[in-house]
């Protein structure tokens, strides 16, 4: 598995090279490209899908309360819930820009198939997390799909990271859940009682069946609200030429 993992950081990074030179080749129509403007449509889908990613880990915690998996110890105060937003959103955002930004732009060059980016850099993504078991390797897998799935339906990569960030902070400065196996220190204190179902146990809910259904959920609400709320006028959108060898 370990070398697995050091062939997949070997991929990444170089993807990731052959991505940032194609960019700064590509500098004058990056934005065209990749929609990384701010502006009304991008911020709409960066809020519409903020607000899934919370949403559904609002349903993960509530589940899991209800069922008896979960008890409330003590909470915190909510300065250290609010300091913790830059954090996030700088690893949400960081994480978007190089997977699905620099690594797509890098597969589709190579190879000219976007559904090929979708689902090699998924697979990046996932190896990149280093996962424990089946469960956790196949929710990381659907996270990669739904992360790439929200760039592709919504044309945005603001509204992956709207997503990848309310899912994260949600989970662990919020709800005070483990975040990939990280402790959290959440407003919430939290008795967890380790069941690979509903939880994850001391992976997060990433590591539980309940998380996968949940990520498919995320991907199912992409496709309901993409068509309706995504960036309608993007011809140029990804519009990058397979290599010419």
Request: with cysteine.
């Amino acid at each position: 598995m370990d070398f697995i993992i050091s062939i997949n950081v070997l991929l990444f990074l170089v993807l990731s090279v052959i991505g940032i030179f194609y960019s700064i080749k590509q500098r004058t129509r990056l934005v065209e490209l990749t929609n990384f403007q701010i502006d009304r449509e991008t911020l709409l889908g960066f809020h519409i899908m903020g607000l899934a990613g919370a949403a559904i880990m609002f349903l993960i915690f509530l589940t899991n309360k209800q069922l008896g998996f979960v008890q409330i110890e003590s909470t915190n105060n909510w300065i250290s819930s609010i300091k913790q937003i830059p954090k996030d959103f700088i690893s949400a955002f960081g994480q978007e820009v190089f997977f699905r930004v620099f690594v797509f732009i890098a597969i589709i060059y190579l190879s000219g198939n976007k559904l090929i980016a979708l689902s090699l850099s998924s697979v990046i993504f996932c190896l990149a997390h280093s996962p424990m078991n089946l469960i956790s390797f196949s929710s990381y897998f659907i996270a990669g799909l739904m992360y790439g799935l929200t760039f592709l339906k919504f044309k945005s990569i603001w509204a992956a990271t709207g997503l990848h960030f309310t899912w994260n902070y949600f989970q662990g400065a919020i709800f005070g859940f483990p975040v990939s196996k990280g402790i959290s220190n959440g407003y919430f204190n939290l008795n967890i009682e380790d069941n690979w179902i509903w939880n994850g146990g001391y992976i997060g809910p990433e590591g539980s069946v309940f998380g996968i259904i949940c990520r498919i959920l995320i991907i199912i609400i992409i496709f309901l609200l993409a068509n309706k709320y995504g960036i309608k006028k993007s011809i140029k959108f990804l519009d990058i030429k397979k290599k010419e060898w």
